[in-house]
T-cell receptor
């Protein structure tokens, strides 16, 4: 039982390049989330998917797109990377419902030069 | 709107002494409150949550937290800290069922436990 997995672990991009961060969970969770973590700012929600087939914007969605490919997978795409998107990105999942805790992946450290 | 504050950037404590990490929140309805811990270069791990019921909540690794509605606080506590408790701790709040999916995290408190 791997929990939540993310690929890649590290990535360096040049300004304007695009990339997709992959996330998968094997806990049969309905809900999935993408966060970014910046020093001194905690975690900020980028997008979330309450259930398969739905996605919604979080606190900081600009510059990102998401795809809920199926119940297991939720990807985050940067179409044209900017230095302001340098961050650590975490994917999380939870059972359906707002009282359930979220389970986090190990993170992707992204640097945009 | 919901918000959460962790007033201390860092807490230093000697091993064996009590550990407290502070958290205050602001919501319009009834809060759902969570504590997470992050070890270096790892994702966040769930410690405990308050949804309803007893104000004292017990969680993983000997941690507990007390919900205080009048002071809008949810402080994390451990009676006797270990060096292995050194990590980054996050408080998070959800503003009840009307803010589904939108968990608001505090900025985090670095805990340093010295031998």
């Amino acid at each position: 039982n791997a929990g939540v997995t993310q690929t890649p672990k590290f990535q360096v991009l040049k300004t304007g390049q695009s990339m997709t961060l992959q996330c998968a969970q094997d806990m049969n969770h309905n809900s999935m989330y993408w966060y970014r973590q910046d020093p001194g700012m905690g975690l900020r929600l980028i997008y979330y998917s309450a259930s398969e087939g739905t996605t919604d914007k979080g606190e900081v969605p600009n510059g990102y797109n998401v795809s809920r490919l199926n119940k297991r997978e939720f990807s985050l795409r940067l179409e044209s990377a900017a230095p302001s998107q340098t961050s650590v990105y975490f994917c999380a999942s939870s059972a359906l419902g707002d009282t359930y805790e979220q389970y986090f992946g190990p993170g992707t450290r992204l640097t945009v030069t | 709107a919901q918000s959460v504050a962790q007033p201390e950037d860092q807490v230093n404590v000697a091993e064996g002494n009590p550990l407290t990490v502070k958290c205050t929140y602001s919501v319009s309805g009834n809060p759902y409150l969570f504590w997470y811990v992050q070890y270096p270069n790892r994702g966040l791990q769930f410690l405990l949550k308050y949804i309803t019921g007893d104000n004292l909540v017990k969680g993983s690794y000997g941690f507990e937290a007390e919900f205080n509605k009048s002071q809008t606080s949810f402080h994390l506590k451990k009676p006797s800290a270990l060096v292995s408790d050194s990590a980054l701790y996050f408080c998070a709040v959800r503003d009840g069922p009307d803010s589904w999916g939108k968990l608001q995290f505090g900025a985090g408190t670095q805990v340093v436990v010295t031998p």
